[in-house]
């Protein structure tokens, strides 16, 4: 039989727990209000929730802090936070793996001047990268789909070389984008109907495409109201900031080209590609590009050319080349085509749409030249070849390679890699598991910020994805995720795009291929433990404030020891840090660290310099 003392104790210490439940609560609802509030630019949230919920006079005396207080941890003798100074405003665009000026270095046969090319260690910049004067939060989605803010993204070339096209226009202070592209002037919706009149866009059977040189990502943004995710990619060049203009828009999209190295997706991860004007030379090179398309093309999955030279008989003078060299172009794609087993569906105007069979057993055409490597998904700067990567073997001809699930239900299905155990170390049972404890993460992470699944973060990266639990807790058309696969992880990607969800291969001691300031919620689980030997944290972290919007937030899931030394470089980077337990409670040595970014922009006064 329990005391009265030991049960008096027990009241007591269950009484202050749930009193710090609530004060932490009250505190991260304030702490969500406030960044849907953009310091006063959006909508006027924060004061009725600070007026209606008064914090203030509850439980003044109380330290919000955990149990592993950064005091406790660090050791005194350890020197203050470094401060990070603001990059020069020259720096606001900077992507250090696609820099201009490095690119004219390198080589201009097949793009490579257009790939990644990082800088080394003594050319890496230390400072904290502006946002110009001006900077405003997106418009929320799905108003974000057609208009951006001329301070955030101040390039109007696109709106006079592409006008007739009706890429984007210029109205006042904002960019308007009606949805057309080079193809497709009178709208995407328009061109998606037609691609729907031969492909099951509609019904599940296409959930992930690839746009392979991108624009503005139009296509892209109009197949999300299909339930579709396109990831587009485009070079960064003379067409000035379209990917920045795509994820401005809340559009998946990376910097990326068709050049001399894979694409880092992996094999059969793509329901749907397409090629919309992309002036890519699908023949050079023994076919080197159209078969990495075929690599990462699902079999099943549908290619769309429209542009050169579909149509040539109509459009060859205008492009200013002979009947002879455009009608042996599209043979020559045609027989490409043929021979990685794609059969045409369609071909009329200014468009043409292949499918890929769906395993090779039920294949005419046996290519010759089948790639040998063991591992088709080992494509980080690794050179394209010219060889065929092989699909899954089949026992019955009518078998589709990568099994016939439609979206949403694949999304919680076991992935073929894992029920075929391709993935080392996971079961169905794992699978499953993971899944479990993914969903009851995210629902903590919504009780500390009410704002997360809603559209404040439209655009989403997990920096260390797993299995894409994360991700698929998270499902919902007002958010997408990158799901990036760090390339020193267990290689799981290939099981995220089988659920229907997108990603990237990516290593994070270098610059991600991307803008600065295009994500609104960044989730780090695992990453920094991951990395803690391979390269230097201030680097990750002043990538990932690179990356990260104003008022944007992290979520850290880690080791406390290792959060801790996380905190203490954020302390110096214009970031307000809260670490909160495990949802398991407070000895569980993992911990969960969110913060905020703070709103300042280049030459403001909360800017220390816009000149350093």
Known sequence: MKSKHNSSGNRTRSTISIFVVIALCCFFYLLGAWQKSGFGKGDSIAFPVTKQTDCSNVFTDLNFETHHNIEEIVEPSEPKAKEFKPCDVKYADYTPCQEQDRAMKFPRENMIYRERHCPPEEEKLHCLIPARKGYMTPFPWPKGRDYVHYANVPYKSLTVEKAVQNWVQFQGNVFKFPGGGTMFPQGAGAYIDELASVIPISDGSVRTALDTGCGVASWGAYLLKRNVLAMSFAPRDNHEAQVQFALERGVPAIIGVLGSIRLPYPSRAFDMAQCSRCLIPWTA????????????????????????????????????????????????????????????????????????????????????????????????????????????????????????????????????????????????????????????????????????????????????????????????????????????????????????????????????????????????????????????????????????????????????????????????????????????????????????????????????????
């Open 285 to 612: 090179n023994d076919g080197m590009y159209l078969k990495e398309v075929d690599r990462v093309l699902r079999p099943g999955g549908y290619w769309i050319l429209s542009g050169p030279p579909i149509n040539w008989k109509t459009y060859y003078k205008t492009w200013k080349r002979s009947k002879e060299d455009v009608q042996t172009e599209q043979r020559q794609i045609e027989a490409l085509a043929e021979s990685l087993c794609w059969e045409k569906k369609y071909e009329k105007g200014d468009m043409a749409i292949w499918k890929k069979k769906v395993n090779t057993k039920s294949c005419k055409s046996k290519s010759v030249n089948v790639c040998q490597t063991e591992d088709a998904d080992d494509v980080w700067y690794k050179k394209m070849d010219t060889c065929v990567t092989p699909s899954p073997e089949v026992t019955n001809a009518n078998d589709v390679a990568v099994g016939a699930l439609k979206f949403p239900a694949r999304l919680y299905a076991v992935p073929p890699r894992i029920a075929n155990g391709l993935v080392d170390g996971v079961t169905t049972e794992s699978y499953q598991e993971d899944n479990k404890l993914w969903k009851k993460h995210v629902n903590t992470y919504k009780r500390i910020n009410n704002l997360i699944g809603t559209t404040r973060y439209r655009n989403v990266m997990d920096m260390n994805a797993g299995l894409g639990g994360f991700a698929a807790a998270l499902e919902s058309r007002k958010s997408w995720v990158m799901n990036v696969v760090p390339t020193i992880a267990k290689n799981t990607l290939g099981v995220i795009y089988e659920r229907g969800l997108i990603g990237i291969y990516h290593d994070w001691c270098e610059g991600f291929s991307t803008y600065p300031r295009s994500y609104d919620l960044i989730h780090a689980s695992g990453v920094f433990s991951l990395y803690k030997n391979e390269c230097n944290l201030e680097d990750i972290l002043l990538e990932m404030d690179r990356i990260l919007r104003p008022e944007g937030t992290v979520i850290f899931r880690d080791e406390v020891d290792v959060l801790n030394k996380v905190r203490k470089i954020v302390g110096g980077m214009r970031w307000d840090a809260k670490i909160v337990d495990h949802e398991d409670g407070p000895l569980v040595p993992e911990k969960i660290l969110v913060v905020v970014k703070q709103y300042w922009v280049a030459g403001s006064g909360n800017s220390t310099s816009n000149d350093q």
